[in-house]
């Protein structure tokens, strides 16, 4: 039975007329009620696509709870061909509110992590409502890990109100765990997409959300090389500087221009030479020989 939110009942009342005009339908076979049930149904979609057209935030947020909406298991088997899941942190146990694994996505194979809720009651206890513990989450940087070492792409499906707040995940290094899994996601060197199809709440989703500096560059690739069977070289890469003068630089673009201060730049708009740079020795004894 399909559950409606508080906004779409005006959607729900014409459903509720279209149920029961099918109803009378079945009853009385001779009485062609075809036309009204059309004319209800396209009156029913249009007043859906209004809705929807300008929801608020809170309205939003409730489609985002919305408890049918699809899962990461749905998501899973109609794009993920040959899945194998793999299990456990090696550290610890298993958290089954994070699934992982590996498999083929248009005949390429990939890395999949994502946040399950579960869809009947069973399953949400046996997946903590999407609420990942510690466990889970070194789960997912050790998958990360396999897909970095073996050049895969890494495709992850957020769907998560927050990390598990317990006392226990607590002592074993909730905090920690999410900070590593942030880290991994950041020091890929393989595609990594993110898809939230949730909610995304907390820094429990941030563990599996972060990706690389250029997200949108790593999809339209990963789209483009996934459906011709090519390998993937990283979309952004760190270049190595001093302290903090690190920045971020498209490898595919070339080398990036040398940089120059003030005084560079302003003694070659006057078209002189740069003067050397402080560790030149040969340049400083050259001012010192040289005509002042």
Known sequence: MRSYLDFEK????????????RALGDRDGAVSISEDVGRLEAKAAAALVELYAALTPWQKTQVAR??????????????????????????????????????????????VIGQEKGATTEARIRHNFGMAKPEGYRKAVRLMELA????LPVLTFVDTA????????????????????????????????????????????????????????GA?????????????????????????????????????????????RARADRGRPPRPRHGDRCGR????????
Request: with cysteine; glycine share 14%; proline share 7%.
């Open 10 to 21: 005006p959607v729900a009342e014409l459903e509720a007329k279209l149920e029961e005009l």
């Open 66 to 111: 919305h408890p049918q909406r699809p899962h990461f298991v749905d998501y899973c088997a109609g794009l993920i061909e040959e899945f194998v899941p793999l299990a456990g942190d090696r550290a610890f146990g298993e958290d089954e509110a994070v699934v992982g694994g590996f498999g083929r996505f248009r005949g390429r194979p990939v890395c």
């Open 148 to 151: 970095g070492r073996f050049g």
């Open 162 to 217: 927050g990390a598990y707040p317990g006392i226990e995940a607590e002592e074993r290094g909730q905090a920690e765990a999410i900070a590593r899994s942030t880290e991994a996601c950041l020091g890929l060197g393989t595609p990594n997409v993110t898809l939230v199809i949730g909610e995304g709440g907390s820094g429990g989703a941030i563990a599996l959300a972060t990706a690389q500096h250029r997200a949108d560059a």
């Open 220 to 264: 339209r690739d990963l789209q483009r090389n996934l459906a011709g069977g090519r390998r993937l070289d990283p979309v952004a890469r760190r270049r190595p500087g001093a302290g903090r003068r690190h920045r971020d630089e498209d490898h595919r673009a070339g080398p990036a221009a040398p940089r120059r201060d003030r005084r560079h």
């Open 285 to 292: 004894r050259r001012d010192r020989e040289g005509p002042r």
